[in-house]
């Protein structure tokens, strides 16, 4: 009988953000604050009427999310504990060094709203933990990072085991965080729902 092994294996971490939360994350709390900082940040406004993003996003304008609000705060420690626990699942050897939050932000998505397919250089690990997600919004699609790689290759059939497919789609639930190496491309769809999508997007780098 043939062997067949799999190699070079991307991992996908989720779990509930408050699993490992010391002080757990209020969502409906942080719901309204994102709701908040997206109504007063007029910088940030601006810079996405000014490149085309619809909806809203922190990414360019706000670099201190933790230290304006107690809840980011309490989110980033948080995440500290998830970040800690998917690396030791990748099984990184990171010596006398550790990875931080180099940068959290908002995501506003309306009806209509994408991301388009993209990467996270110059970090490690990369994420997002989901606010709102009202029924029919778009999943996060991953794409295999061997695709550029496959050129003739024949796509696989619908019913081929997820590990094998070109593009995954992942619904996360509010309350939810999910992990993955920042090389990892992916992009979020067309938001099909008449309600706003929001999340907390962030990357760790190291220290």
């Not at 007063?40 to 601006?46: K, L, R, T, V």
């Amino acid at each position: 009988m043939p062997e067949i092994t799999s190699l070079f294996v991307t991992r996908l971490y989720r779990a509930g953000l408050n699993d490992l939360a010391k002080k757990k994350v209020d969502y409906a709390e942080l719901r309204q604050t994102c709701e908040t900082i997206a109504e007063d940040d007029e910088a940030g406004q601006e810079w996405c009427e000014a490149n085309g993003y619809p909806g809203y996003t922190s990414y360019a304008s706000l670099n201190d999310l933790p230290w304006r609000m107690p809840i980011f705060a309490d989110l980033e420690k948080a995440l500290d504990k998830h970040v800690a626990a998917f690396c030791t699942d990748l099984g990184f050897d990171l010596g006398d060094r550790k990875l931080k939050c180099n940068s959290l932000w908002i995501n506003i998505l309306p009806e209509g709203g994408t991301h388009a397919s993209h990467i996270h250089p110059h970090s490690v690990i990369s994420g997002t933990t989901y606010v709102a997600m009202p029924e029919g919004t778009s999943a996060l699609k991953l794409e295999d990072p061997r695709l550029p790689m496959m050129m003739l290759a024949p796509v696989p059939l619908k019913t081929a085991p997820q590990e094998l497919q070109r593009f995954v789609y992942v619904k996360p639930a509010v309350g939810e965080v999910l992990l993955w190496e920042s090389w990892l491309r992916h992009e979020v769809p067309m938001n099909m729902a008449e309600e706003e999508r929001i999340s907390v997007s962030f990357n760790y780098g190291w220290a």
